[in-house]
Nanobody, 119 residues
Framework: QVQLVESGGGLVQPGGSLRLTCAVSGIMFKFIGLDWYRQAPGKQRELVASITGGGSTSYTDSIKGRFTISRDDDKNTVDLQMNRLKPDDTAVYYC?????????????WGQGTQVTVSS
């Protein structure tokens, strides 16, 4: 089974930093793309950052320049470095990947990790 496990969330003051880690197992890591999503209370889940198997990255505008997604193919992990955090960044952050077997597409999600930005 493909499993994603997030860690690193917590409470941080505005302007502070956190580093989230997604540990991946059950799949050949080097070939998959991974995403970080977040969901704030009462809001839709939104895509924050993505990284391809080849290392190309993309970000949503609201966090561009503040967050960095990276991967470590030796450790099978994907990190989200979050700097200059704002209260609007408060959300549950989820690691995500999409797998395809024959014609069946499966979305795999981690359990989520809470990030709270507050003074």
């Amino acid at each position: 089974q493909v499993q994603l496990v997030e860690s690193g969330g917590g409470l941080v003051q505005p302007g502070g930093s956190l580093r989230l880690t997604c540990a991946v197992s059950g799949i050949m890591f080097k070939f998959i793309g991974l995403d970080w999503y977040r969901q704030a209370p009462g809001k839709q889940r939104e895509l924050v950052a993505s990284i391809t198997g080849g290392g190309s990255t993309s970000y949503t505008d609201s966090i561009k320049g503040r967050f960095t997604i990276s991967r470590d193919d030796d450790k099978n992990t994907v990190d989200l470095q979050m700097n200059r955090l704002k209260p609007d960044d408060t959300a549950v952050y989820y690691c995500h990947t999409r797998t395809t077997n024959n014609s069946i597409i499966s979305d795999v999600w981690g359990q989520g990790t809470q990030v709270t930005v507050s003074s």
